[in-house]
Each structure stands twice: as C-alpha cells, then as structure tokens.
C-alpha cells in the first residue's frame, strides 16, 4: 500500500467530527428524552411510594379501646418505658430516657466514626417515616424530625438492649436494668404491650446499619426470642422457628408462638355458635380430659372421647400479655383470633373453681409465681375483654362441635355401663346394709336383756 492509499484510508476511517454534528445532537436529544433529572421526577416518585405504602401498611398499633373499665386499664399502660409515640413524653416515664440516650451511644459508639453511623441512621428513618407513621390507627401529630429522632432513640435502646442480654460482656458495671431485681421483667412486660410497640421494619433496618459487636452473627429475631422467651407459655422449639417469620412489631412475634401447628377442625354447620360445657358435665357425660404431651398451646385435639388440653403456666405478666394478643387481634389489620378464642374455650370449660381445680390436678392450669385462686379466676376475667358478637371466627367451632355429638351418645354409654354392672357387684351394698341392720338388732337386744337381768338382780 503506497502513501496516498494510506491517506485515503485515513480519511475513511476517521471521519471529521463535524461530519457527525448532526448524529450527536441527534443522541443527545434522544438521552434528554430518556434521562429526566432525578429532581424533576421527585413529587411524582414521591406520590407513588406513598400510595403503595398506604395500601401495604398495616394499621397494626393502636390504643386500647375506650370500653376498658379502669381497674383493668394498667394492663395496657407501660410502666417504667416508653416505645413509641403513643405514650412519648408522659411524665412516670421520663426517669428512662437517660438510660435510653446512654444506651443508644454504646450502640453508634462501637466505631470511631459515630457521626456517620448516626447520619445513615437518620437517612434510612427520614425514608421509612411515611410508613412507620401509618402503621398507627390514631394521626401521630409530632413533626418529621422529632417522629425520626424517637423512632432511632427507642429503636437503638431496644437492639442495645437486647445485645446486652445475649452478650453479658457487653453489660456496663452497676447497669441498674441488669443490676436491679424485677427490672429486666417490668421491660419485658412494656414491651409486649399493644400501645408501646413501633413498626418492626424499623428495627430490622436499623439493625442492618448500626456497628455490632465483632463476630456477632446473630439475627435480630434470635436475639428477640432470647429476650422474651421466659414470659411466653409452650413449647420452645417452636416458639424458636416462630420467631424467624415476619411480625408487624414485637407483640406480634409473640403472638406467632401461639398459632396452632395442628390443622383445624372446621364445623359442620355454618355459623353454628357451639361452645363447651364444664369440665365435670363433660366428665358425666363420658368425656376425659387429659393434659396433652405437647405444650403449644394452642393444639386442642379431641378424639375417641378424650379431650387433649396443653398446659398454661401462669407467672404474674400472663394476664397482662393474653390482654393485650386479644387487644392487638381487635385492630384494623389482617389478624385470626385465636387468643379470643382460645380464652372463650378455656372460660365455657371452667366456669367454676371446682372445674379449676380439676384442670389443676391434671397439671393442665399450672401456677408459677401467682396465687392459686388467682390462676382460677384468670380466664373468667381474660373472657370479659372478649366480645363475643365481634368474635368472627371461632377458631374452635368444629372441635366443640365433635365435643358435643360425642356428649349426646356418652350419657347413653354411661347409662347403659350402669345397667350392664354385675349382678353380684350391684347387690353388695344392698347386703351390707342388711348385714349392718341385723347386727344393730343384735347388738340392741343383747342390751335389752342384760338391762332386765341386771333389774332382777338388784330387785
């Protein structure tokens, strides 16, 4: 190839860049088109996020309703904490927030940088404040940044909290929630209830940002489960795989422990009202009431006439935590109501502290660390937070249902056991009774006579 040919390949391979003005500006035009600035497209985004959390979000945390009489109001109330909006501020409550600001620098504290780990921690809350705000009934009127700044403080206290109790060596010298007998219980117990719970994606987010310890590799629901496992009657395990599912707040990964993990028996008839009778007419009736081998709760079996109860353990926080699971079944969002029908079953079964007392000796209703007659009365006084008429689906219609056919045939079997008694059997009291008769007349007429000898005697 000689030196023009050259040129001329030159001038063909590499075009003039005004030969391709028109091309770019062609390109350019259409990346205007294609690429709006972000900022522009920010009141529309916006909007639709908004509507899209509005109809996912679960109205899930709520006051109690206001048909609550007052002795009963303090199962509700936290005590020594607030979490969340709904009692932020209250004055019996102020003593804590000292502790929560400390513990909420030990958690951002654990690497150099606490200026960064707060402005990620804000960052994510100011994005997940629409949402959280919706997960409430009432309207929360505080502004953006003191809902943000009460939603990382309570937020951070928990995950500290909650490390502390899993790793002992995280615990400071003289901490008095640790250190102080019964506090760790009274949080607990704030804890579980329905007015003091915030979203739990807001947990779960800041829990991914916020410096753990090293070679931590525990997940947030493990360490949840560990914290609140002593307050939650059954069975362990599965409380364990329960605590892993997806809750709205705290409350509700309690209330996971509680779910049935046998299937339900679904009634004949539809909207059949059928409940059981007590302990001792079941009993006449042929029916035997046995405590089950296993403890959740919740798996009531029925079959060849025996009725299968686990057992419930009573500690002093057990009303306070079975109130508020029927409180929190009561709100606007998707829930079964399976605490409510669980305590509607439990009442029509022990009426009396006679039927207690039965429950008791079959180690079904088992006192922990309250008074005995207090554990008696318990689900007569759980019941009248339950109304019946808003009781839409009694999860144990068809047990009760089977309960009851079985009753109408056990009095025949038991009838017909009371004909079929032996001969010899049924006429040993009858000749006990003769025996006893002739012995009296004997023993009467030894008297008479030596009354009269001992008269002639003397005479």
């Not at 960052?123 to 959280?132: D, Q, W």
């Amino acid at each position: 190839m000689d030196n023009t040919e050259a040129a001329n390949q030159v001038r063909i391979d590499i075009t003039p860049a005004k030969a391709n003005e028109a091309l770019v500006s062609s390109i350019k035009n259409q990346v205007r088109i294609d690429i709006t600035p972000a900022k522009a497209n920010e009141p529309l985004v916006s909007s639709i996020k908004e509507k899209m959390e509005r109809v996912v979000s679960a109205l899930c945390i709520d006051r109690v309703g206001v048909a609550v009489p007052q002795e009963h109001k303090d199962f509700y109330i936290p005590d020594k904490v607030s979490i969340g909006p709904l009692h932020y501020g209250e004055g019996p409550l102020k003593a804590m927030e000292e502790h929560k600001w400390r513990y909420l620098y030990a958690l951002l504290n654990r690497k150099p940088d606490i200026e960064a780990s707060l402005d990620a921690c804000v960052k994510a809350l100011k994005g997940l404040e629409h949402k959280a705000r919706l997960c409430y009934v009432e309207n929360i009127n505080i502004s953006s940044d003191e809902f943000v700044k009460m939603m990382l403080l309570d937020g951070g206290f928990i995950i500290e909290l909650f490390l502390r109790h899993a790793v002992k060596v995280l615990r400071r010298r003289n901490d008095p929630l640790f250190s102080t007998p019964g506090s760790l219980s009274d949080l607990r117990r704030d804890m579980m209830l329905l007015e003091n719970q915030i979203p739990f994606f807001i947990l779960q987010r800041l829990f991914e940002i916020v410096p753990l310890p090293e070679k931590f590799n525990q997940s947030l629901t493990s360490l949840a489960f560990q914290f609140f496992r002593n307050m939650i009657p059954g069975d362990r395990t599965i409380h364990r795989e329960r605590f892993s599912l997806d809750g709205n707040h705290l409350l509700d990964l309690i209330r996971h422990c509680f779910l049935p993990t046998v299937p339900r028996v679904k009634a004949s008839e539809a909207n059949a009202t059928q409940r059981l009778e007590s302990a001792k007419m079941l009993k006449e009736a042929g029916v035997l009431i046995k405590k089950s081998k296993t403890e959740n709760l919740l798996d009531i079996k029925f079959a060849h006439g025996v009725l299968e109860i686990p057992p419930i353990r009573v500690h002093q926080h057990t009303e306070s935590l079975l109130r508020n699971l029927i409180a929190f079944e009561q709100c606007p969002c998707d829930n079964t109501q399976h605490i409510s029908s669980y305590v509607i079953l439990m009442k029509s079964l022990i009426p009396t502290r006679k039927d207690a007392k039965s429950l008791k000796r079959r180690q079904i209703l088992i006192n922990y660390d309250v008074d005995a007659n207090d554990g008696s009365r318990l689900f007569d006084r759980l019941s009248k937070g339950v109304n019946e008429g808003d009781l839409k689906d009694f999860c144990f219609d068809g047990l009760c249902e089977q309960v009851m056919k079985y009753k109408k045939t056990g009095w025949r079997r038991v009838l017909s056991k009371k004909k079929k008694r032996p001969q010899g059997k049924a006429a040993l009291p009858e000749t006990k009774i003769l025996g006893i008769a002739i012995l009296l007349l004997v023993i009467t007429s030894v008297g008479t006579l030596f009354s009269v000898l001992s008269f002639f005697l003397h005479h």
